[in-house]
């Protein structure tokens, strides 16, 4: 049980177009699910948490409207890379944290970004 | 400084070595702590909880030392499976939400 999907689970896309990035709770419902991103030999830094049917909060120095997320069910939140530049090229990750439970978090497999 | 702070090794072990990873968080509120596994290029999984009162899980020991804002994890006879990268992780609370904030990882690498 508990599984994450993500698609794509890799992209590669030209400079200025958009890519949205797919995450799914496969076999249960996610309250909350957080957007992750992980540049090379770096640590997964928190880029977002979304909460099924409201704004999602982002964190300090991300910016809300270059990553739309959209968290429109308890199995499906999205996230949009609007205007994708070489820096944007990264590995994005999320993860979903079941209703009721605290702290758990499940992660997806991740969808490696390339923007040329 | 930042908020979980690891060794980046690497770590070269043989196999069959004991090897220990540190890790210290800032955040004395923190309540859950977690070691996670990361290989290249793939998502992080969940190792091991991390208890006050110390867990055990096979070859791998976890501790934590709250006043000392120390957590470590401990791996026995060292396999060639385990080398990847080791993440502490420590959890915050942000509002309604609890977070997770990640250390950078330290790099295991068992040599034959």
């Known amino acids: 049980g508990a599984v994450v999907s993500q698609h794509p689970s890799r992209v590669i896309c030209k400079s200025g177009t958009s890519v949205k990035i797919e995450c799914r709770s496969l076999d249960f419902q996610a309250t909350t699910m957080f957007w992750y991103r992980q540049f090379p030999k770096q640590s997964l830094m928190l880029m977002a948490t979304s909460n099924e049917g409201s704004k999602a909060t982002y964190e300090q120095g991300v910016e809300k409207d270059k990553f739309l997320i959209n968290h429109a069910s308890l199995t499906l939140s999205t996230l949009t890379v609007t205007s994708a530049h070489p820096e944007d090229s990264s590995f994005y990750i999320c993860s979903a944290s079941m209703v009721g439970s605290s702290y758990e978090q499940y992660f997806g497999p991740g969808t490696r970004l390339t923007v040329t | 400084r930042k908020e979980v702070e690891q060794d980046p090794g690497p770590f070269n072990v043989p196999e069959g070595a004991t090897v220990a990873f540190n890790c210290t968080y800032s955040n004395s509120a923190s309540q859950s702590f977690f070691w996670y596994r990361q290989d290249c290029r793939k998502e992080p999984k969940l190792l091991m909880s991390?208890?006050?009162s110390g867990n055990e899980d096979g070859r791998f020991t976890a501790q934590l030392n709250r006043a000392s804002q120390y957590i470590s994890l401990l791996i026995r006879d060292s396999k060639l499976s385990d080398s990847a990268t080791y993440l502490c992780?420590?959890?915050?609370?942000?509002?309604?939400?609890?977070?997770?904030?990640f250390g950078t990882g330290t790099l295991l690498a068992v040599q034959p």
């Open positions: 991390v208890y006050s």
């Open positions: 992780v420590v959890n915050s609370y942000g509002g309604a939400t609890n977070k997770l904030i």
